[in-house]
């Protein structure tokens, strides 16, 4: 006989609601979960919201340190040209004293050098052409001429325009045939040549300057360096091209730088004089010399080598006023 289950009091009701509830909630719970894992990150408005924060955040920092390099490399710039301003004053003081040949360069110069060293380190490649070349030229003449090499051969990679690549090439060359510590003529003489070849690749006046004088100072290092007769070749070579220059202003001009070097070419300056007076006057060149070795017929500069052929700038056809601002030796 079976037995009639006893009803279930209020509390034993309110205890099963409660646990359909919570099964209820856990339930909503997975669905929601399950629903939110498939829907993607970019369609979750907090997510969104939390990334592009970030990336203003991220942003804003990178536009902050490079405000602030940006300063420090303009403020060490005009640290190094402070310190030049004050290098090259001096140099002139000391050029204008009657007693500056036989005295010795100041310690201010070598002071001065080691620091503007330092500072270019802190900010490596950020300086111009003419800073650079003109930090080379104080190094090589008062303090460490390898320092000013190294100089040199950054403004090579500033360098603007073939003017500027020559000029460079040009005062390496001077420094290992003049700086008697590091002579190097084989150095030398390979400075001189992307020099010369530089100028001579060009047809415009100017270049046709540079040209000649690049042989006339090529000429100057091998006679000091007691090359003659290799001197004697490019001082040919240097009156050979001054003479096929045809514009009055640029001839004139090379014909001064030709005449000053040509006092350094020891028993060969008589002939290069004599041939540089007759072009002065306008009167018959007699063509190439030679002079212990040097050939008669000289191959042109620009068949040499191919190793420049860059474009000729704009202002090429310019006259030796241009000229004086860019290329003051």
């Known amino acids: 006989m079976s037995q009639t289950p006893a009803p279930k ?47 203003l955040s991220v942003l804003s920092t990178v536009r902050t340190v490079y405000r602030e390099s940006a300063g420090d490399v303009k403020a060490k710039r ?10 090259i004053q001096q140099k002139e003081s000391d050029d ?68 500027e690549r020559f000029r460079a090439h040009q005062s390496i060359g001077a420094v290992f045939f003049t700086a008697s510590a590091y002579r190097d003529v084989k150095r030398g003489e390979s400075e001189h040549d992307i020099a010369t070849n530089i100028a001579c690749a060009h047809t415009a006046p100017n270049y046709g300057y540079l040209c000649a004088i690049g042989f006339a100072y090529w000429a100057t290092g091998e006679f000091a360096s007691g090359q003659g007769a290799t001197g004697a070749e490019y001082a040919a070579r240097a009156l050979d091209k001054a003479s096929g220059i045809t514009d009055p202003d640029w001839r004139d001009e090379t014909l001064h730088v030709l005449e000053e070097e040509a006092s350094r070419w020891g028993t060969f300056s008589p002939r290069a004089s004599a041939r540089l007076n007759a072009m002065r006057d306008g009167g018959t060149d ?31 056809k310019k006259g030796p006023s241009r000229r004086r601002e860019k290329d003051s030796r």
């Open 9 to 55: 009091t209020d509390q034993a009701l309110a205890d099963e609601q409660a646990q359909i509830r919570l099964l209820r909630d856990q339930v909503d719970a997975l669905q929601i979960a399950a629903t939110e894992k498939k829907r993607p990150w970019f369609k979750d408005l907090s997510m969104v919201l939390s990334m592009l924060a970030l990336g």
């Open 78 to 87: 005009e640290e190094i040209r402070g310190m030049l301003v004050t290098l």
């Open 96 to 163: 204008s004293a009657a007693s500056s040949r036989i005295q010795t360069p100041s310690r201010e110069y070598g002071v001065l050098l080691d620091a503007i060293e330092a500072v270019e380190k802190e900010v490596p490649d950020s300086l111009s052409y003419s800073e650079y070349a003109e930090i080379g030229a104080l190094e090589s003449t008062y303090g460490d001429p390898l320092r000013g090499v190294i100089y040199y051969e950054k403004a090579i990679e500033e360098a603007r325009d073939d003017v």
């Open 286 to 316: 007699e063509g190439p010399e030679s002079d212990g070795g040097a050939p008669s017929d000289f191959t042109d500069a620009a068949a040499l080598s191919s190793k420049t052929t860059t474009a000729l700038d704009a202002g090429s």
